[in-house]
T-cell receptor
Framework: KAGVTQTPRYLIKTRGQQVTLSCSPI?????VSWYQQTPGQGLQFLFEYFSETQRNKGNFPGRFSGRQFSNSRSEMNVSTLELGDSALYLC??????????????FGPGTRLTVL | QQQVKQSPQSLIVQKGGISIINCAYENTAFDYFPWYQQFPGKGPALLIA?????SEKKEGRFTISFNKSAKQFSLHIMDSQPGDSATYFCAASNIMNYGGSQGNLIFGKGTKLSVKP
């Protein structure tokens, strides 16, 4: 079974631009979560999508948004990029069934650098 | 209330030794406590996880000890090997409150483990 794939793996943008990152979950997984990883703040939860609906949201500004498609693939968008948005963005997928402890599988991440 | 505090920040252990990483949490509603291992250039990978109704869980060389009253849990790596050198993250989540979602994991800041040959 293929793992979680994220594209692109590396991205360089300038301040003020916007960026879209893509995540393809493991086949059969319906839940996709996004995390931001930085040396200073560590791993922080951005949001989670399940069956095309945002199920949970972390404490990030509205510049960070996401969506999920009917095939469970997900995209996240960051508008008006700031230098502090430079980070590794990780996507994770689970089967997503309620009330169970399904393992969360992480992708390799997209390294975003904002200049 | 949502924090998970992890220590130490870095750890150097000799091959064959025991590596111990500790975490403390505040939110008593947390009901799922996983540990993740991350190698450079890779995403975190689940090592082992525990629920609060168990005090210890062992999988191979990895053991989680959980102290509900102290709101602490720890990872023990027995017979540490150079291949265990990685960054380890503890995490916590309130799965039942989020309709079964595991998405909202609260992570510790990580421990960089180096195992010397």
């Amino acid at each position: 079974k293929a793992g979680v794939t994220q594209t692109p793996r590396y991205l360089i943008k300038t301040r003020g631009q916007q960026v879209t990152l893509s995540c393809s979950p493991i086949s059969g997984h319906r839940s996709v979560s996004w995390y931001q990883q930085t040396p200073g703040q560590g791993l922080q939860f951005l949001f989670e999508y399940f069956s095309e609906t945002q199920r949970n949201k972390g404490n990030f500004p509205g510049r960070f948004s996401g969506r999920q498609f009917s095939n469970s693939r997900s995209e996240m968008n960051v508008s008006t990029l700031e230098l502090g948005d430079s980070a590794l963005y990780l996507c994770a997928s689970t089967q997503g069934s309620g009330g169970s402890y399904n393992e969360q599988f992480f992708g390799p991440g997209t390294r975003l650098t904002v200049l | 209330q949502q924090q998970v505090k992890q220590s130490p920040q870095s750890l150097i252990v000799q091959k064959g030794g025991i590596s111990i990483i500790n975490c403390a949490y505040e939110n008593t509603a947390f009901d799922y406590f996983p540990w993740y291992q991350q190698f450079p250039g890779k995403g975190p990978a689940l090592l082992i996880a525990i629920r609060p109704d168990v005090s210890e869980k062992k999988e191979g060389r990895f053991t989680i000890s959980f102290n509900k009253s102290a709101k602490q849990f720890s990872l023990h790596i027995m017979d540490s090997q150079p291949g265990d050198s990685a960054t380890y993250f503890c995490a916590a989540s309130n799965i039942m409150n989020y309709g079964g979602s595991q998405g909202n994991l609260i992570f510790g800041k990580g421990t960089k483990l180096s195992v010397k040959p």
